[in-house]
């Protein structure tokens, strides 16, 4: 399973939505404190791109360095439509500060937050993340393009997609005959899939033998999956 820095660089690093949350900072319009874009540098620092008369923007170059702190939440929700829909949450605290040393286009000033601790709770429970680990950990190779892969799946291959509770161990009986299946999350290791059963609602979690670092990879090891999940369906309809 990816660590904890790794989902939390990998949330850093998707379109989940996020806001930057500064003590003592009034704000007006929540939407002035969304970061329009952000960047993780080789060091492990984010870099915030802000409208330059943003709260965060004019609180940062008043203030000391170290002086300001804040903290970036994070959260991510899937892109499909399914119950309870939030998959996870992060939160990045630290100190902001101006980058007067990076490129940045005329109107928008660009925030750098040293990371002090983060932390997250998601599909695969809670963690702290200390800033070294963020700082070298690597974001999921499939994030770019999650969204968009899990959206095929769900509007092109539903069929396959149910087949999966094939492969669902029996539990006592329960977890049976779901009447839906949609693709919830994808990452290198494997896919998640929530069912909605009669009177539950469960998550099963579908391992590739390898891990998948790109588009060919995956198409293999997802062909390997649905062939699995048809051979264990048509087993127990034969039986």
Request: overall charge negative.
């Amino acid at each position: 399973m990816p660590s904890a820095a790794e989902r939390t660089r990998t949330l850093v690093q998707s379109t989940a939505s996020a806001v930057l949350v500064v003590p003592g900072v009034h704000v007006e319009r929540p939407e002035s404190m969304i970061p329009l874009e952000r960047i993780v540098g080789t060091d492990g620092d984010l870099f915030l791109l802000f409208s330059a008369d943003s709260p965060a923007a004019r609180a940062a170059a008043h203030a000391e360095a170290d002086e300001l702190s804040a903290v970036l939440e994070i959260t991510d929700v899937a892109p499909v439509a399914v119950r309870a829909r939030i998959r996870g949450r992060a939160w990045i605290s630290g100190w902001l500060t101006v980058a007067r040393d990076l490129p940045t286009p005329a109107g928008r000033v660009r925030l750098r937050l040293e990371v002090g601790e983060a932390s997250l709770d998601d599909l695969w429970g809670t963690g702290q993340v200390e800033p070294d680990d963020f700082a070298t950990a690597e974001a999921d190779p499939l994030i770019a393009h999650e969204a968009e892969l899990l959206q095929h799946l769900a509007a092109g291959h539903a069929d396959q997609v149910a087949w999966l509770c094939a492969l669902v161990g029996d539990a006592g009986g329960t977890h049976r005959a779901p009447t839906g299946a949609v693709p919830l999350a994808l990452d290198r290791f494997g896919l998640r899939v929530r069912f909605t059963g009669a009177e539950d609602v469960f998550d099963a979690r579908f391992e590739f033998p390898e891990p998948v670092r790109g588009h060919q990879d995956l198409h293999r090891a997802m062909h390997a999956l649905f062939d699995a999940a048809e051979e264990a369906a048509l087993g127990r309809r034969d039986r």
